[in-house]
T-cell receptor, first 116, second 110 residues
Framework: KAGVTQTPRYLIKTRGQQVTLSCSPISGHRSVSWYQQTPGQGLQFLFEYFSETQRNKGNFPGRFSGRQFSNSRSEMNVSTLELGDSALYLC???????????????FGPGTRLLVL | GENVEQHPSTLSVQEGDSAVIKCTYSDSASNYFPWYKQELGKGPQLIIDIRSNVGEKKDQRIAVTLNKTAKHFSLHITETQPEDSAVYFCAAGGTYKYIFGTGTRLKVLA
């Protein structure tokens, strides 16, 4: 099976702009989670989508949003970019079901975002 | 709030020696504990995981132990090799989300 893919891999934006990142999960996986990774804060949970519905959300401002499509692909959007949004954004997919317990999360290579 | 503490933040060992990384979690509802290895320029890769109904799990040179009472879990790598050099993250699958530790940079010296 192909792994989790993320596009683009690198992105440079300026403050105030918005950005959309894309994630394609492993075939058959319906759960997609997004994380922000920075040297100072480590891996921070953004949100999880399952069957096109946001199931869980981390402690991030409303500028961070996401969605999931019927084919389980997911996008993450950050509006009004700030310098502090510079980070590696990771997507992870799992075979977790609607009522099931935790399943292994498989991570993509990430999108490195630099905000100038 | 929920958190996972991970120690040490950096660890240097000689090739062939063992390495131990420890994590402590706060959410008593946590029931799934994966360990990830992240190499430069790559996303985290799962290396081993354990569920709360198991106390220990081993996979070749890697083992994980869990003490639910103390809310501790540890990663043990034996016979370390230079390719084990990377950043290792523990995580706890809680009620609604994974909480990750802050990472341990492991350096295996040849």
């Amino acid at each position: 099976k192909a792994g989790v893919t993320q596009t683009p891999r690198y992105l440079i934006k300026t403050r105030g702009q918005q950005v959309t990142l894309s994630c394609s999960p492993i075939s058959g996986h319906r759960s997609v989670s997004w994380y922000q990774q920075t040297p100072g804060q480590g891996l921070q949970f953004l949100f999880e989508y399952f069957s096109e519905t946001q199931r869980n959300k981390g402690n991030f401002p409303g500028r961070f949003s996401g969605r999931q499509f019927s084919n389980s692909r997911s996008e993450m959007n950050v509006s009004t970019l700030e310098l502090g949004d510079s980070a590696l954004y990771l997507c992870a997919s799992s075979a977790r079901t609607s009522g099931g317990g935790w399943q292994t999360q498989y991570f993509g290579p990430g999108t490195r975002l630099l905000v100038l | 709030g929920e958190n996972v503490e991970q120690h040490p933040s950096t660890l240097s060992v000689q090739e062939g020696d063992s390495a131990v990384i420890k994590c402590t979690y706060s959410d008593s509802a946590s029931n799934y504990f994966p360990w990830y290895k992240q190499e430069l320029g790559k996303g985290p890769q799962l290396i081993i995981d354990i569920r709360s109904n198991v106390g220990e799990k081993k996979d070749q040179r890697i083992a994980v132990t869990l003490n639910k009472t103390a809310k501790h879990f540890s990663l043990h790598i034996t016979e370390t090799q230079p390719e084990d050099s990377a950043v290792y993250f523990c995580a706890a699958g809680g009620t609604y989300k994974y909480i990750f530790g802050t990472g341990t940079r492991l350096k295996v010296l040849a």
